[in-house]
């Protein structure tokens, strides 16, 4: 047969030889020829090879290849034997449970019936069906199978690390529970001091061991592990048991430095509660350090503790010759029969009075500890603390501060970011500590005021909102308005000062709410609260509806003594 052109009913370039009718005469092979009249270029052909010899596809697993047991992390090959002509691919699917495959797709293709998986899991445990494909061209039923997949691994167990404090003479139970394992029967168990090898055996219906120390002394202290194995491996519970103290408390809430006449010194009355004093053996004495700010050297004293501390007790000691205006670093360790427990750090300040009475709260956002202010769990995202060195390259341009509200590059000051996830209207809220306020004066009321003041960064051309509330202790779940800005203030700092009258102890709350883009960045630094009213020549407040803001800031209290002095690091 010869076909000189291309038939007119399909594509250019096509060519179609049907065969109605098939007869045995008719197989054999058939060879298409395309050549282009006039020569140059040497003709191309194909060979189509019409046989009677096809033979349907079946599909059978090996015995020895169903169950298959692996371990976890292993390699391992699932296989379907196929046979026919021509051999069709198979397509491998899970066959329990409707979840991907190992590569990630519903479906997985294999030319020799076989499947590899690297580095299974657990989860990869289930049975498998392998499929023929379409049988080229026939409309043949696809042939299935199915292979059991299990998978062991080591038991999970809890919990992985405890740390237990307990004094001497005490009884302790460690308890190692197992989660998940298999195989799930054939568990054993080990208690372990270090290397010493304390106890084993093995587990029947229970799923869990104990180890109980009757009296605790000086050779029980460590780290126990209990390892528990199966043939895929084993599963460690390590617990450390101590007799260390825990870390003393400083206690924010107290009066300024305590002033002293001569000229160039100062002293500070250090306040601090034990955490569970009861934990461990009865504390015996403090080792107190103390360091001038930037200096390597350790000042050590110890601080005598006559008769047992109690829970949430409050222990004052004087530090007194500290040279103005210097900072210093007092670090504070209980130290119990076991030896020293764990310290704490913080950094107190000297800060000149303007007049016998002022009490007052700075922060510029300096130290890590962020004035102890805290972020609200309940808001979409969270305020950042940075400056300009260790910000991001790819920080968006156009928004945020080009440094501190003192001008440095290298001050701290804290910002909501507007880019992604971000989206138009999110809230961030930073909560100040708790400035608490004395019982009331039953002798007369007075009109005490506090200034207020903070500075502000608004620079961006989506800049949303920036509210700012007082929440009074006793009335939690209310919050009440008192500054509020939005929209693009420029690129220069600015400061907000607002007279507030609390009547009970408070909180501050900062609320930045994002814009409709990127460029909305919001930054604050360098709040204060100061006794007294702001001066009349700086006051500044932008305004909140008039009946809210009257309510708050014209209330008449009586006077108040104290406000927080926060001035170092956070519990």
């Not at 499929?131 to 062991?152: C, D, H, M, W």
């Not at 006793?474 to 507030?500: L, M």
Request: net charge neutral; with cysteine; hydrophobic share 30%.
């Amino acid at each position: 047969m010869v076909i000189t052109q291309t038939d007119p009913d399909v594509s250019p370039g096509t060519t179609n030889l049907d065969i109605i009718d098939l007869k045995f005469t008719d197989f054999g092979t058939y060879t298409c020829v395309a050549s282009l009249k006039g020569g140059g270029i040497s003709d191309i052909s194909i060979d189509v090879n019409i046989s009677s010899s096809t033979v349907p596809p079946n599909l059978t697993v090996p015995q020895e290849k169903s169950p298959l047991v692996t371990r976890e992390g292993d390699t391992i090959e699932l296989q379907c034997q196929v046979t026919g002509k021509p051999k069709p691919i198979i397509l491998w699917s899970r066959a329990d449970k409707e979840v991907p495959m190992p590569d990630g797709s519903m479906q997985m293709e294999s030319y020799d019936g076989i499947l590899r998986i690297v580095n299974v899991s657990r989860e990869m445990t289930g049975t498998y069906r392998c499929q023929t494909s379409q049988y080229n061209g026939f409309n043949v039923k696809p042939r299935e199978a199915l292979v059991q997949l299990i998978v062991q691994y080591p038991p999970a167990v809890e919990p992985t690390f405890l740390e237990i404090r307990q004094g001497h003479g005490r009884s302790v139970t460690m308890t190692c529970r197992v989660l998940r394992a298999y195989p799930t029967r054939v568990l054993t168990f080990e208690w372990r001091l270090g290397n010493k090898l304390l106890r084993t055996g093995q587990f029947d219906a229970q799923d869990s061991t104990e180890y109980t120390i009757r009296s605790l002394s000086r050779d029980s202290y460590g780290i126990y592990n209990c390892n528990i194995i199966n043939e895929a491996g084993a599963g460690r519970c390590s617990f450390f048991m101590t007799g260390k103290a825990y870390a003393p408390e400083f206690y924010y809430d107290t009066y300024n430095p305590l002033w002293q006449n001569r000229a160039r010194v100062y002293a500070y009355s250090l306040e601090w509660t034990q955490m569970n004093p009861d934990a461990v053996d009865r504390i015996l004495t403090y080792h107190l350090g103390i360091r001038q700010a930037g200096q390597q050297r350790w000042w050590e004293q110890e601080i005598a503790v006559n008769g047992k501390i109690q829970k949430g007790e409050l222990i004052t000691y004087n530090l007194t010759e500290l040279i103005k205006p210097e900072a210093y670093e007092v670090r504070l360790t209980p130290v119990t029969i076991y030896g020293d427990g764990d310290s704490t750090i913080r950094v107190i300040k000297y800060s000149a009075p303007m007049n016998p009475h002022l009490r007052e709260f700075h922060c510029g956002f300096e130290d890590g500890n962020i004035c102890l202010f805290t972020q609200d769990e309940k808001d979409g995202f969270d305020w950042t603390r940075q400056n300009i060195i260790l910000r991001d390259t790819k920080y968006t341009p156009n928004t945020g501060p080009s440094a501190d509200r003192s001008g440095s590059k290298e001050g701290f000051f804290m910002y909501i970011e507007a880019s992604s996830p971000r989206k138009e209207g999110d809230r961030a809220r930073l909560i100040s500590p708790l400035f608490s306020i004395p019982p009331k004066n039953p002798y007369g009321a007075t009109n005490t005021a506090y200034c207020f003041s903070f500075y502000y960064n608004m620079y961006g051309q989506h800049i949303g909102t920036l509210n700012v509330y007082l929440r009074l202790k006793s009335q939690t779940s209310i919050e009440s308005p008192f500054w509020s800005s939005s929209g693009n203030k420029g690129q220069p700092w600015s400061q907000a000062r607002v007279n507030i009258h609390p009547n009970t102890s408070f909180q501050v709350i900062f609320e930045g709410i994002r814009g409709k883009g990127i460029e909305g960045d919001i930054a604050i630094d360098d709040i204060s609260i100061v006794e007294g009213e702001c001066t009349k020549s700086d006051y500044v407040n932008n305004p909140i509806p008039s009946g809210t803001v009257r309510t708050l800031l014209h209330i008449q209290i009586f006077p108040v003594f104290l406000l927080m002095s926060v001035l170092s690091h956070q519990r």
